[in-house]
């Protein structure tokens, strides 16, 4: 990967802001699901995903811990009927008025924190974990109930797989983890016959079965729903020719967020206009198919040349193409396009066996300067600079390198 040296500073303020469009293809194995966790392999997608399904997994968690919370407490009913008025009945109408206050809890900070994915988790493993252990302590001293208990036991599952979201692997967790310890009071407290145990015992592991399947089923077609939509919108974004992105990255605002960024923390910006020059004879002399392998080139030597992640390049047009420097000044912009220059005029494109075509390129620079005041504020302009210094490249007998620095201040050209 080309290294622009010192007037190409990296991109720092970078990593804390949200792109509006990505620079580079999400190589495809980045976007592998893990198909046991049901997530994707990557943590950096897996978060992507997450916070694109935030709004509405928040939705319908609160829907969730407003039902959770209503029900524990609503089932009171059941502990004073069955003890009565008694000290042990108001313990159990304590635990369960814990439970919703929990849930209230999470509901609060999912409402405080909207944006956190974290704070959505860890309320809903809260509830569930706290709504569990309650469970088993009001079974507990319930023994009598032990039947009812296990299917509210399966139903409770049910809501841990489906209806309260959260990652699949904790659900199953805390879900198996809640069952075994059931299984276990089951036995211990051998308030059942034998055969009715183990039938119970066999109950819960279907529901855990079910609901495993059913979770990780939605869970996954979630996921690869998501990937479908990342691998369509890139194609959507590439030129098909030259693996360079299309307009379409343009008008959905490239330019205005790299310059919005410049601006906000005062860091150097570049866009570089290139075009090959006499592209017409090429096709005239040695066909079309023969131009489109030589703008192909083109566009990898571009895509190669520049860095990952921060540069962006853009078929402009037919032969012309826009790269986006962030964090580049002028002299840096100069460097690289000479670089590439050089690099393009002395290899030749193989267009057929043993006929090689060597071209040209001419290349139109212009910089916002690190902390200028004066920085345009309209993406429009740098393009236009960008143009007019191609224009004077072209006149200026192609094959070279013109450049500006974009400011209100007065303004310095390199040549
Ligand atoms: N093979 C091929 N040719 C294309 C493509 N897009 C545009 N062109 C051709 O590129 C040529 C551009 O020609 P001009 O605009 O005259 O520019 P030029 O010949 O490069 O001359 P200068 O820019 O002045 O050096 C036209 O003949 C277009 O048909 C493409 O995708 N593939």
């Not at 999912?110 to 988790?121: H, K, N, Q």
């Not at 360079?244 to 570089?272: K, M, P």
């Not at 290899?347 to 060597?358: I, K, R």
Request: glycine content about 8%; some cysteine.
């Amino acid at each position: 990967m080309y290294n622009a040296g010192a007037s190409r500073t990296s991109g720092a303020h970078r990593s804390c802001q949200k792109d509006p469009v990505p620079h580079r293809d999400l190589p495809h194995p980045r976007l592998e699901i893990d198909r046991q966790r049901a997530e994707f392999a990557d943590a950096a997608v897996e978060d992507r995903f997450n916070r694109h399904h935030l709004p509405e997994r928040s939705a319908q968690l609160k829907i969730s811990l407003l039902f959770c919370a209503a029900f524990y407490v609503a089932f009171g009913a059941t502990d004073v009927a069955t003890l009565g008025p008694t000290t042990t009945a108001g313990v159990m109408i304590a635990l369960r008025v814990l439970v919703a206050l929990i849930a209230g809890a999470g509901l609060l900070a999912i409402t405080r924190r909207p944006e956190s994915v974290r704070v959505a988790v860890l309320a809903a493993c809260n509830v569930e974990i706290v709504g569990l252990a309650v469970f088993m302590v009001l079974c507990w001293y319930q023994p009598a109930a032990m039947t009812w208990n296990v299917m509210s036991q399966a139903l409770i599952l049910m809501a841990i797989y489906v209806n309260i979201p959260n990652r699949f692997i904790y659900a199953v967790w805390i879900a198996c983890g809640s069952s075994a310890v059931f299984c276990v009071m089951l036995f211990v407290q051998g308030s059942l016959r034998m055969d009715d145990q183990v039938a119970l015992v066999l109950l819960l592991m279907l529901g855990n079965t079910l609901g495993y399947i059913g979770a990780r089923r939605f869970h996954l077609a979630q996921r690869e729903q998501f990937r479908s939509a990342i691998l369509l919108e890139q194609l959507a974004d590439r030129d098909p020719l030259t693996g360079c992105f299309n307009r379409r990255v343009l008008q959905r605002g490239l330019l205005d967020a790299e310059l919005a960024r410049a601006r906000r923390y005062g860091t150097a910006l570049s866009v570089i206009l290139c075009d090959i020059d006499h592209f017409k004879r090429i096709n005239d002399t040695h066909g079309h198919a023969a131009g489109d392998h030589v703008l192909h080139e083109f566009g990898g030597l571009l895509l190669a040349m520049t860095r990952e992640t921060v540069d962006s390049v853009v078929r402009y047009g037919g032969e012309e193409f826009l790269m986006v420097l962030p964090e580049t000044d002028l002299d840096g912009a100069h460097a690289l396009a000479e670089r590439i220059r050089h690099a393009f005029g002395s290899t030749g494109s193989a267009v057929e066996l043993g006929q090689f075509v060597t071209a040209t390129a001419s290349f139109g620079i212009a910089a916002v300067p690190a902390l200028d005041p004066d920085a345009p504020d309209r993406p429009d302009m740098l393009v236009e600079a960008a143009d007019a210094q191609l224009y004077a490249a072209k006149r200026g007998g192609r094959n070279c390198v013109r450049g500006v620095a974009v400011t209100a201040a007065p303004v310095r050209s390199t040549a």
